[in-house]
């Protein structure tokens, strides 16, 4: 069950999400957030769009987490947690270092804030 709104952080053309400071970041319901809100929900999952019109938004979701955790029968790490499809990461030496998970979290389209569960 869904308690907190999204946030959508705005970047105008030529600006660089990496580097820039949003135009904008917006809760669901089209409230202005603080700049301390932002900076609490940048952890979050997330998914980055790239518009058509060289815009860029930033989709923050504050309650999707998932737990990382090796499966010894299938011999490889998975994500899964309330309201996210299972998916399993390209990592199969169940002594992975956390940078190694990291890395292929961060491969995916959708970024989870993530726990890791050994």
Avoid at 31 to 37: K, L, M
Avoid at 60 to 82: I, M, N, S
Avoid at 84 to 109: C, G, K, R, W
Wanted: proline share 4%.
């Amino acid at each position: 069950m869904r308690t907190t709104m999204n946030l959508t952080a705005h970047w105008t053309r030529n600006h660089d999400a990496t580097v820039d400071e949003p135009h904008s970041v917006l809760w669901q319901d089209g409230r202005s957030a603080t700049p301390t809100e932002y900076e609490d929900h940048r952890d979050d999952t997330y998914l980055i769009v790239h518009r058509d019109d060289g815009c860029t938004e930033v989709h923050y979701f504050p309650d999707l987490v998932v737990e990382v955790t090796y499966d010894r029968v299938a011999r490889q790490w998975f994500a899964k947690g309330h309201d996210v499809e299972t998916f399993a990461l390209d990592v199969t030496d169940p002594n992975a270092t956390d940078d190694q998970i990291y890395q292929e979290i961060f491969s995916f389209p959708v970024v989870y804030r993530h726990r890791i569960c050994r």
